[in-house]
């Protein structure tokens, strides 16, 4: 250990991941370890560090666990409220949630079945899962310090309070426990596992008590014999999901939570006869959610049945991690981990509330909606005078119009698809559905369109991770109606985000089309920042009719004129405009790139970048999750500036521009910089050619770039730092999740990116 301190005490700079590996290995370190695995653990360390430090690669999942620190420091903000904060905490849960089910689900599909994985940072498996799960729990030590220290003391100034068994009064108790009798009892099942009963299937991210008991001699024909518990059994005890977290009391001046593991845990007993309970922890599990779907070209009902049977099991996938109370017995631990195959890092111990995404339930309580900061109302586009128009078609003919969500509310989307549905001059509607919302008004407007004898076709992926089951469900609802439903294209995902409207006006046959960065979800329009273009531009429009073609049929054009389009050349594209600006910069030409997306993690592309660094243009990424460029490395990226924004919304607008020697390119759409966009999703970018829409771009980059209260800047190390408060440097706060409400023409008209630009002239 003390090596260890001395090698990193030399270090002229110690990334954060490095303090977060550093501090778990001396907490692990503290338990007990023979010599020679302390040693063991101190080498990997030191190996995975210098790796780490060397790669000019950020790691993929390193960089997710950033993100989710990024999410933390919201909760960590003393000028937020108590509930914004428990909604970070929330989410921070189901993020890691996410991280186990996913990214140390795939890993696990490398270790288990010996198959080799380099990862960014040139880390080979085993030891970069050590890594990962280092930096896991240095985080989640964080997350519950941070809860028990600074949050929850603050509960009963603001009315509230979650309160064990001890805090109730008599009356309350009477309650919970004819809550329990009623309702809750009659709902369990204990799940025994001994030499007559197999190991239960638990279901992942449930709450369940596993309960050791001992049985008395007089019943020895079933006593289990153990060399480290004699006369001992393990049992289990799920907690129904459609049971409320919390039960909830009024008392005078405060709000109590009762959580109802605690009135399980108080009324356990009533489950064991005859038997002493020895211990009861509370636990819950993560497995294993990365699956592929084999596909089979030539059957739908094949594709639907293979997404059903691969839902079921991820439900019982290879546990990834096991949370528990710190009180747990030792002995059941042990038994669970040699069934599950974990290693002693894949256990995270609790001394606070399990799973904080039961939050939730506070945050939504009625007593509290007051408290919550009220976003602004939506305001209508640049350029329209309401959020709701007579006539949507005349509306588009006018020009094309940016929207940029939730500044501007998807009211015009759904309206095109209202009308349409409704319109008898109306021939087509096309659409790409990647996740809607329930009770979603896009497939109602669907359902009607094909009801009032319209071609309706939807491409619905059922493949979106966690939303399978909905969305066969609402496909199959538009099949039966009459709509012409596509389940996705073999071998990839559909990801793009496309809706074209074809109406006949008498003399000539119109399209009208919106192309966007978000999904078609008129409740995630409210929370995320999206753009989406309305545009009737004939090129364009065009272009997405040979694109619907080529999904729906067998159609290859040779080119568009303005789309981009994964997988046959969005990766080739973008790399050639990178080359551009570096060529540009080689001959003294103006050069700059600035780019906005939720992750960046294609290698071809980020060399390109890298070169073009090296090349002079001047590069400002906007990257609110996954990176894995190093910024500001001297020789290979002095020229890169990154930056993530995390704050009230979340940010998934993509747009890319290039300087282009004067003469702006600006793209929107939905793919980010990933190999998964380029190699395994049907995507695409679209062109903002108009002059004030392209305008409207440019303006949301440079606000994006000015941010003083949402905004991290990621250092070459990997770690970010937040960016100084204004209040520290008698400067202005400008926030642009409360800015952008209030945009106004003069804003758009002087935004610039680089000083090269020329002013923009509108007719």
Known sequence: MQGLKRKYRKRSEMGSLVENLFSFLGNFMNAKQTPEEKRRLEKVINRSYD???????????????????????????????????????????????????????????????????????????????????????????????????????????????????????????????DYFNRTIYPMLTPMVFDQTHTF?????????????????????????????????????????????????????????????????????????KNVEIESTALFRITRNGDFDVVEHEDSETDFIDEIKKKIKDRRLGRVTRVEIEDNCSEWMLEMMMKRWKLEKDSVFKSRNLLDFTAFWQIIKHPDFKSRLEPSPAPVPPMGLISLKQDDIFE????????????????ELVLQLLEQAAEDPQVLAIKITLYRISKNSRIAEALLHAAENGKHVSVLFEVKARFDEENNIREALRLQNAGCFVIYGIPGLKTHTKLLQVIRNEGNRVMSYAHLSSGNYNEDTAKLYTDIGLLTTDEVLTRDISEFFNVITGHSQPHHYKHLITAPREMRNKLVEMIRQEAKNAVAGLPSGICIKINSLQDKITIDELYKASQAGVPINLIVRGICCI???????????????????FLEHTRIYYFHNNGNPKVYGGSADVMVRSFDRRIESLFEIVGTK?????????????????????????????????????????????????????DDIKDAKLFETETAVEYV
């Open 200 to 272: 239960p299937s638990l279901l992942a991210k449930t709450l369940i008590f596993g309960v050791v008991t001992r049985v008395a001699r007089d019943h020895a024909d079933f006593i289990t014999s153990d060399r480290k518990g004699e006369n001992q059994k393990i049992s289990f005890v799920q907690i129904p999901q459609n049971l409320k977290r919390f039960f909830v009391f009024d008392r005078e001046d405060e709000v109590i939570f009762f959580p109802i593991e605690e009135i399980i845990r108080h009324e356990i007993w009533k489950l064991y």
């Open 630 to 648: 190093r910024p500001q490395r001297k020789g290979l990226s002095d020229n890169i500036r990154v930056r993530s924004i995390i704050g009230e």
């Open 395 to 410: 509306t588009m003919k006018k020009g094309d119009i940016l929207l940029h969500h939730p500044y501007n509310n998807f």
């Open 51 to 177: 790796v780490i430090e060397k790669s000019d690669y950020i790691s993929r999942d390193l960089s997710w666990l950033k993100f989710d620190e990024r999410v933390l420091d919201q909760a960590r903000d003393t000028h937020r409220n108590i509930f914004d904060r428990l909604k970070f905490l929330a989410i921070t849960a189901s993020n890691l949630d996410e991280f186990f089910t996913i990214r140390i689900g795939s890993l696990y599909n490398y270790i288990d079945f010996g198959k080799e994985r380099w990862d960014y940072s040139g880390l080979r498996e085993i030891p970069f899962k050590k890594t990962l799960m280092a930096a896991s729990q240095a985080f989640e030590q964080e997350k519950q310090r941070l809860y028990a220290e600074e949050v929850e003391p603050l509960f009963a100034e603001n009315g509230f309070r979650i309160v064990k068994i001890g805090d109730l009064y008599a009356e309350e108790l009477e309650l919970v426990t």
């Open 693 to 745: 829409v392209k305008q409207q771009a440019i303006h949301i980059l440079k606000w994006n770039l000015m941010d003083n209260v949402n905004a991290y800047e990621m250092q070459q190390d990997g770690s970010y730092k937040r960016c100084e408060s204004p209040e520290s440097h008698g400067k202005e706060a400008f926030n642009i999740h409360k800015t952008f409400f209030h945009v106004t023409w």
